[in-house]
């Protein structure tokens, strides 16, 4: 069974959900501490006049608290999201597709805690995309040892028997390899080179973006392919 385990974005880019549609199971890796400027709270949207971040307003206490605890003290930032998405992307030519998106997020109800918003956010557009990956919560397990070593114990809690890890975790798990080998579990690390580009509002074209640029550009029956990593000729 593989599993993915990373903490929970606003709005992820495809690459995230690529991860989810490789995975059997992915865990939100949410009780450790926020971090600032982060893709916790915020990300890129392409517009006609290029990218820029969408940012959800935090009080100062959240960098002093986990993920899973971080409130959002002040909600007239969700029409504000809601105006800005809706503005930003009314050119595209599949707006339609994330007009009902728009709607949920921000509209249905006031978001208290910035974790519960990303989990919403993250498992409807997983379901939007077809994906069947089951999600779970770091919250479920016991989390024990080292930073590496409360990882190597959720998984085997899961049962898992295969991690798949972002590029960027390589630096991070170097010389503790061997814990995953112990324990059973096969250690590999996700590439995103090679997605395909698509028509974006804006050039050059940018693949650092949130998601919902994918959706509101591409035909939906197109957006797995155009989400998947296909690995560059050598």
């Known amino acids: 069974m593989r599993a993915v385990v990373l903490q929970s974005n606003y709005l992820p880019w495809k690459g995230y959900f690529d991860l989810i549609q490789e995975a059997d199971v992915f865990v939100y890796y949410d009780e450790v501490q926020y971090t600032k400027n982060d893709w916790r709270n915020r990300n890129r949207i392409c517009s006609k006049n290029g990218c820029h971040w969408l940012t959800i307003p935090v009080g100062r206490e959240a960098v002093k608290q986990k993920i899973s605890d971080v409130r959002l003290p002040d909600p007239r930032w969700q029409a ?3 105006k800005t998405l809706a503005h930003t992307y009314r ?12 709607a949920d997020f921000y509209e ?5 805690r910035l974790g519960e918003l990303n989990y919403h956010c993250t498992e409807t557009i997983a379901r939007l995309l077809g994906l069947q990956t089951r ?4 919250k479920e397990f016991d989390l024990e040892g080292d930073r590496v070593e409360r990882l190597v114990s959720l998984l085997r809690q899961l049962g898992a028997t295969e991690y798949l890890s ?10 503790q390899e061997h814990l995953f080998a112990q324990a059973g ?6 590439s995103y080179g090679g997605y395909p580009e698509y028509p974006q509002l804006s050039e050059p074209f940018e693949h650092g973006v949130s998601v919902i640029d994918l959706l509101a550009n ?5 957006c797995r392919r155009m989400m998947t990593a296909v690995p560059e000729k050598s």
């Open 218 to 222: 591409v035909p939906l029956a197109d």
């Open 80 to 82: 504000e999201h809601r």
């Open 185 to 190: 579990i096969d250690l590999r690390f996700k």
């Open 166 to 175: 972002g590029p960027s975790a390589r630096e991070y798990l170097a010389g």
């Open 108 to 112: 249905s109800r006031e978001w208290r």
């Open 91 to 102: 050119p595209a030519k599949h707006f339609a597709q994330i007009e009902p998106l728009l």
């Open 135 to 138: 999600f779970r919560h770091a």
